[in-house]
């Protein structure tokens, strides 16, 4: 069996008085796709924050290869290659995509292994070498997302992950973006998926958790559950 690369053990988090994750427990491991489905609100997002150190835990903890990375902030962990792509993407708006990407290899002192990555990328989006002297603010939100995502290819990662890739895009850009997360995953990356279009999650992925008002409350292999009549009825307007 396959190496556990990520496990949570009962992680609670709590911002603004409110208890968002009361004690969720989940493993990735080498190799796999997974994906954590949910409605709007149930603590996904702020999982993932906890995961990557851009929100405090309050209790439990955070397994990266084997050892603790409780309390160790983003840049540490993408150092490691624990690298995500957030919410709402989080590109630098006013630097140019070429830009974008240089930054996204600053673990790196390889210039020539850069330019080489960067090319990768521009294989993996077309769209983003035609625009690469293009201002990041400029693009449509699923240009962004395609920035974002080989931004974070640019650290080798071996874990990615991916917040709600979808959000806001035209349904041929969803289909793009879905896509290439099979390629990067038939790459040998392996990918935790936080993502609301939860029939196109499941259906790329090895093994899904549901999670609901900060818990987890089903997991299993993610074809089965994807024809799980509670699953359908909750999460696939079915």
Known sequence: MANIL??????????????????????????????????????????????????????????????????????????????????GRGVFTRMTILENLQMGAYTSDDKAQILVDIDKVFTIFPRLKERKDQLAGTMSGGEQQMLAMGRALMSHPKVLLLDEPSMGLSPIMVDKIFEVVRDVYAQGVTILLVEQNASRALAIADRGYVMDSGL???????????????????????
Do not use: C, H
């Open 216 to 238: 987890i409350t089903m997991t299993g292999d993610a074809k089965t559950m994807l024809s799980d009549p509670k699953v359908r009825a909750a999460y696939l307007g079915e």
């Open 6 to 87: 990520l496990k949570v053990k009962n992680l609670k988090v709590a911002y603004g008085g409110i208890q968002a994750v009361k004690g969720v427990d989940f493993e990735v491991r080498e190799g796999e796709l997974v994906s954590l489905i949910g409605s709007n609100g149930a603590g996904k997002t702020t999982t993932m924050k906890a995961i990557t150190g851009t929100l405090p835990i309050n209790d439990g903890d955070i397994e990266y290869m084997g050892k603790s990375i409780r309390g160790q902030g983003p840049w540490d962990l993408v150092k490691q290659g624990l690298a995500m792509v957030p919410e």
